[in-house]
């Protein structure tokens, strides 16, 4: 059970949004880098589209644009 506000078990997949964030290389070195995670967050955006999230109801903030 889900007492989240802005869930509803009922709302359509088209009426959804999903944001994805995803850096492969951080600016501070002692992070280290995180291989592949921008082309997994594409590849996680392309199948939310297939699934029947209208790209417009998708956020996908990559590299230096997931850090402004």
Excluded at 22 to 48: F, N, R, T
Excluded at 57 to 64: A, H, T
């Amino acid at each position: 059970y889900n007492l989240h506000p802005f869930y509803s078990r009922g709302a359509a997949v088209s009426d959804r949004w999903a944001l994805l964030v995803a850096i492969d290389s951080y600016q501070d070195a002692c992070l280290g880098a995180v291989p592949y995670a921008e082309a997994g967050a594409k590849a996680a955006a392309e199948a939310l589209t297939a699934a029947g999230l209208p790209k417009k109801n998708q956020v996908l903030l990559l590299g230096s644009h997931a850090t402004q």
